[in-house]
């Protein structure tokens, strides 16, 4: 073989072998993150590749939180964020889904005067801290995702849809995740397949099922919804609940765990 033959040949395995182990560290990456996931029993976890076209969230979309209220107070519009304005180098978001322990009920705890808290929730925190050092140990950036629209980025994941209850259905757990996120600039994201929205069918069961009425045919009555008099109903000395009606009624992955 000539010297500038073998120099090319050496050359292009040198690029295949970077490349493979590349390929092979960031799966080593995935699997790290779906072994974190599975020590703290979340169900879910999902990589969802960010391009352009998944990245912007639509004004008139922005505009129907204007004026919710929740528990932390009124919605700040200053918080609605994308997630490259986070993060301009992201390229994947981490999805972590818990499914509830209870069914029926959304039970959070009160710990302190200030301070209230769901296992789930807590789960999904200690392991998005969990995910986050571990792509900071391998070296990529990370940044956790603190905006509100946590349930369009799981349907663009391919996990499930929007349903009439204007939930997150899982196909297999339905609206019964709690969702978290977290967004990296590691290149391990998955384009899905999107599952539309009319996924539901004829079902009717969370319309039925909500006490105020606040599940219309084309959205729900925010304020209806948060004014519910089952939200924060008292379960035991120390747990409370959010209503939840709609959660408990839809058959999707009802029973399923
Ligand atoms: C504000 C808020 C509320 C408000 C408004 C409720 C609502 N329906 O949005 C209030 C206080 C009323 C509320 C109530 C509840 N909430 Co809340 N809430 C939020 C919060 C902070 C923001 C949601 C939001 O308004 N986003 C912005 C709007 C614009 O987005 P959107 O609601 O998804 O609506 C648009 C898209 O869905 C889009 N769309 C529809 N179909 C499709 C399809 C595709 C392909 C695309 C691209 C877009 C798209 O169109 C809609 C607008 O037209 C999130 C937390 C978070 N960080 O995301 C939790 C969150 C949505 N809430 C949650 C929960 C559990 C509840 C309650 C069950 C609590 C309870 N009371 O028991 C209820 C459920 C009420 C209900 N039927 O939705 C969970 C939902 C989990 C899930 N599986 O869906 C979240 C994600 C919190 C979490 N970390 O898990 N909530
Ligand atoms: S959480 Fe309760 S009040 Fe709110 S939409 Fe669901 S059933 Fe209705
Ligand atoms: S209860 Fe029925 S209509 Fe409501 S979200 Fe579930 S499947 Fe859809």
Redesign the pocket.
């Known amino acids: 073989m000539k010297p500038s033959a073998l120099a090319e040949s050496l050359k292009l395995s040198w690029f295949q072998s970077t490349a493979a182990m590349a390929s092979s560290e960031l799966q080593a990456v995935k699997a790290a993150i779906h072994d974190i996931a599975s020590f703290y029993g979340l169900e879910v976890v999902g990589f969802l590749r960010l391009d352009q076209a998944r990245t912007t969230?639509p004004a008139?979309?922005?505009d129907?939180?204007r004026g919710?209220?929740?528990s932390d107070g009124e919605?700040s519009l200053s918080n609605?964020k994308n997630p490259l304005e986070i993060m301009p180098t992201a390229k994947t978001m981490v999805i972590l889904g818990k499914r509830l322990l209870d069914d029926k009920k959304?039970i959070y705890y009160r710990v302190s005067d200030s301070y209230s808290a769901s296992i789930e929730?807590m789960l999904?925190d200690v392991a998005s801290l969990k995910v986050i050092q571990a792509l900071e140990d391998a070296d990529f950036q990370v940044a956790e995702y603190t905006?509100?629209?946590?349930?369009?980025w799981?349907?663009?994941a391919g996990f499930g849809?929007?349903g009439k209850?204007?939930?997150?259905?899982?196909k297999n757990h339905g609206?019964?995740?709690?969702?978290?996120a977290v967004l990296t600039d590691a290149d391990i994201g998955d384009i899905a397949e999107?599952i539309p929205?009319k996924s539901c069918g004829d079902c009717r069961e969370?319309i039925d099922a909500?006490p105020v009425g606040?599940?219309k045919e084309t959205?729900?009555d925010?304020?209806l919804?948060?004014a519910?008099k089952l939200?924060h109903r008292r379960v035991s000395e120390n747990a409370l609940s959010?209503?939840?009606q709609?959660?408990a009624a839809c058959p999707i992955g009802i029973g399923k765990k």
């Open positions: 969230i008139h979309e922005m129907l939180l919710v209220k929740w919605v609605v959304d929730t999904l905006s509100y629209y946590l349930k369009v799981a349907v663009l849809w929007i209850s204007r939930m997150f259905v899982h609206p019964r995740l709690r969702l978290k999107v929205d969370c909500c606040a599940i959205e729900v925010r304020k919804c948060g519910c939200n959010y209503c939840t709609c959660t």
